[in-house]
């Protein structure tokens, strides 16, 4: 082997230096995750729907997710097999009781990293949205010791 292409390997290996199967583990549990974030959002919103409006329909939570009907439809789809909805075309969405039960996990893990936030100092707004990305990546003992610091406050 050349000597460049010997360093060129060597280099790739210092800022990678994991195998190509932990590589991919991790890539796998990285779309895990964000599939498990956008169906934590989805249910919250579409509880969150339900409660101000009375329904929750694919336009609405579009507008309030930011995004088109088409990704809604399929979202959708993929939660109606996963459980946690029930969808009927011209109809509202339904949360089933593990679709109620992981909106309610999501809102109190929300509020908790927003009162958390707002422990520190941090205003309602930046709270808010930094909470919003931070609710779904707290591991529960993180979550479990911001509550007691909240307690002690």
Avoid at 3 to 22: E, F, I, W
Avoid at 34 to 57: K, M, N, P, S, W
Avoid at 60 to 78: I, K
Avoid at 129 to 136: C, Q, S, T, V
């Amino acid at each position: 082997m050349p000597r460049s292409v010997a360093k060129k390997k060597v280099a790739v290996l210092a800022l990678n230096p994991r195998t190509p199967s932990q590589q991919a583990e991790s890539l796998r549990r990285s779309r895990r995750d964000r599939a498990a974030e956008t169906a934590q959002d989805y249910v919250e919103a579409i509880a969150d729907l339900t409660a101000a409006l009375g329904e929750a329909r694919v336009v609405d939570l579009a507008r309030r997710l930011g995004v088109t009907h088409v990704t809604v439809n399929r979202t959708l789809a993929r939660l109606q097999t996963s459980g946690y909805v029930l969808t009927k075309p011209y109809q509202a969405i339904l949360l089933t009781d593990a679709g109620r039960k992981l909106a309610a996990e999501c809102k109190q893990r929300h509020e908790t990293v927003t009162a958390f936030l707002r422990s520190l100092g941090v205003s309602e707004k930046v709270a808010e949205l930094d909470a919003e990305g931070i609710e779904h990546h707290v591991s529960p003992e993180t979550l479990a010791a911001f509550e007691i610091q909240l307690k002690k406050s």
